[in-house]
């Protein structure tokens, strides 16, 4: 069993930065793709960034692009959404999902329990 656990939301005004973490713990041999996403109220969860391949590649929404950026150690298992210049509109519970294998070599898609992000205007 893999566990994620999200940290680093908070209420900030427009134009503040927020520095996102997640660790993933439990029977994890490997981790190769991790993924930022979030919900806001009455919406559907909605992709924001991730890092693929072991963290060969990047990509993000459109709607984040040039202001979040996401990082990982593979190492420490653990992962970063850095945000920059935020938006009231960026307002929502951040997920955080990893996709690896265990220890004994079996596929495993988690997620974590969501951190609050609240920007004001």
Known sequence: QVQLVESGGGLVQAGASLR???SASGNVFRINDLGWY????????????KSTQGG??????????????????NAKKSAWL???????????VYYCNVEGFTRDLREYNSWGQGTQVTVSS
């Not at 979030?38 to 960034?49: D, H, I, L, S, Y």
């Not at 060969?56 to 150690?73: E, Q």
């Not at 850095?82 to 929502?92: F, R, S």
Request: proline share 5%.
């Open 20 to 22: 996102l973490s997640c």
């Open 38 to 49: 979030r919900q806001a109220p009455g919406n559907q969860r909605e992709f924001v960034a």
């Open 56 to 73: 060969v590649y990047t990509n993000y929404a459109d709607s984040v692009k040039g202001r979040f950026t996401i990082s990982r150690d």
């Open 82 to 92: 850095q945000m920059n210049n935020l938006e009231p509109e960026d307002t929502a």
